[in-house]
């Protein structure tokens, strides 16, 4: 018999509680087809674009709870149609920061399709636009630009702390998590692998070689490491640690030459004169400290200022140490101009004439909205890919909360990381570009590194360097971009056997 009574059934409802049901992430990638005509080379391949759930094993009590999701990590893949898995080379790219989105490495650099920047001579007004990339390293590799957490689209799923991956080890382990997903559901074990990093992705790139290695056994054919730093020691300048102040004056003199401060002598000789001077009388001259006699620290002032282009009352007032910051808003402080961090031929004008720091790097301010503006429309235009999401390009908030307790007490650095990973793998190739205008990952800085090397004298001849006339983003100079490509092209054929 049926209740009829509807306050029974009001009831039930109430004393029922509701249970809202959590809906699992799962992987949104898109697929598309195009084709690059690349001269005469008519180039098919597959875009996948989208996020990866990212999963963690959960044991509690000594029990696993399974593979939980995590994180949604953004990656975009390019692969060449009809090609031999097993022989085709496969490079896995991310840019720094940290907190920095791989939009640059794969919009200015790597990909079928490159955003127009403009240079310091070729500004390019919005909304800019996109063309296709003539030298794309796709005619050489396949290509996976990887997104680490709160950059791109990449995010924590509901309920977990982004937090947990803003750091060394745990940065690390995602990325490393997610390569070898892709390796695996690609069926791409056997082929020749790269990590591509640029600046903080060059620290990574050399701690994943060796986290990669140990943990997966997966062993790859090269690293390409631009505007590398793989010891943040020799780039701050904290109390105590006089390095950075010799290791950068080799860039001050490059960017002093570019803004005519050498009147016409040549920039190698310039970059010889510092480089020596850098090696050897400045760090005496700093570690004597007050033990200096007041002819030698004249000597050292004049030097100093004649290298870096500012005046000897400057260099005296601030003890022989020139931090870098201070350096670009000085340089050109009498024409109320400053100088770029990433890029030292960019300047603009500086409203405050008597800062320290300058208020804006007008080498990130005067690309940063063609690189913008370019991934937004690419991606759901010609990808096919939608997301509500704001492109995090470059999150401050991820640098700021950076954890580097991995290297309590010491200096951050993955020095030892490249090293065991070479020694492990003698087969493992390193190729590192260098800017010599780039003010925040010094090439000096990088050569005094890589010398430190602990590895056997015949596994030196596994890296090559290359330089070029511009700055920590090389690519945005045409010249180097199109020499670069070809660099690179190089080293991947002769890593992967060809």
């Known amino acids: 018999m049926p209740d009829t009574n509807p306050d029974s059934k009001a009831a039930d409802e109430k004393d029922t509680p509701s249970v809202e049901t959590k809906v699992e992430p799962t992987d949104d990638l898109v697929t598309t087809k195009h084709t690059l005509t690349l001269k005469r080379k008519k180039l098919a391949y597959t875009a996948q674009t989208g996020r990866i759930v990212l999963r963690k094993e959960v044991i509690t009590d000594g029990k696993s709870e399974g593979h939980k999701a995590k994180a949604e990590v953004f990656l975009t893949s390019y692969t060449l149609d009809d090609a031999e898995p097993g022989s085709r080379p496969v490079t896995f790219a991310f840019n720094g920061g940290p907190g920095s989105a791989s939009v640059w490495l794969h919009m200015g650099l790597l990909g079928p399709r490159r955003v127009l920047s403009g240079d310091v001579d070729d500004p390019v007004a919005p909304p800019y636009g996109l063309t296709d990339n003539q030298e794309t390293l796709l005619a050489h590799s396949d290509l996976v630009f990887i997104d680490p957490v709160s950059t791109g689209y990449s995010r924590a799923v509901d309920g977990e702390a982004a937090k947990e991956y803003h750091g060394y080890t ?15 559901r690609k069926q791409r074990w056997l082929s020749p692998k790269f990590l591509a990093g640029e600046s903080y992705g060059t620290l990574r790139a050399a701690g994943l070689a060796s986290h990669l290695q140990e943990r997966h056994g997966m062993y790859f054919n090269g690293l390409l490491l631009i505007s590398s730093v793989l010891d943040l020691g020799t780039l701050r300048f904290t109390e105590g640690n006089d390095l950075p102040y010799s290791l950068y004056v080799p860039t001050y003199a490059a960017i002093a030459h570019y803004h ?43 030097t100093l200022a004649s290298l870096t282009g500012l005046s000897e009352s400057y260099v005296d007032r601030v003890n022989l140490r020139i931090e870098h910051v201070r350096y670009f808003t000085e340089l050109l402080r009498d024409k109320g101009l400053v100088v770029g961090r990433m890029d030292g031929r960019f300047t603009t004008w500086e409203p405050d004439g008597g800062r320290e720091h300058m ?12 690189y913008t503006g370019g991934l937004n429309h690419y ?4 990808l096919g ?17 950076w954890s580097y307790s991995d290297f309590e007490g010491r200096s951050v650095s993955s020095v030892d990381s490249l090293a065991s990973a070479m020694r492990a793998n003698p087969h493992l190739r390193v190729h590192v570009a260098f800017g010599h205008y780039d003010g925040a990952t010094p090439y000096f800085a990088s050569e005094h590194v890589l010398a430190r090397l602990q590895i056997p004298e015949e596994l030196r001849e596994n890296i090559d360097t290359a330089y070029y006339p511009a700055g920590h983003m090389m690519y945005v100079h045409e010249e180097s971009r199109v020499r670069q490509a070809k660099d690179l092209a190089k080293f991947i054929k002769a890593a992967s056997g060809k």
Not at 359 to 370: H, L, V
Not at 385 to 401: G, H, Q, R, W
């Open 170 to 184: 745990a940065d690390i382990e995602s990325i490393g998590e997610i390569i070898r997903l892709w390796v695996s």
């Open 359 to 370: 208020s804006d790097d007008p080498s990130i301010s005067r690309i940063i909205g063609a």
């Open 385 to 401: 890919y939608e997301n509500d999401l704001p492109y995090e390009i470059l999150s401050t908030d991820v640098f700021k909360a």
């Open 260 to 302: 005519g401060l050498h009147g016409d002598r040549p920039l190698d000789d310039v970059l010889a004169d510092a480089e020596d001077f850098a090696a050897k009388e400045l760090p005496w001259a700093l570690a004597r400290g007050a033990r200096l006699s007041t002819q030698d620290r004249a000597e050292i002032v004049a």
């Open 379 to 382: 991606v759901r235009a010609e």
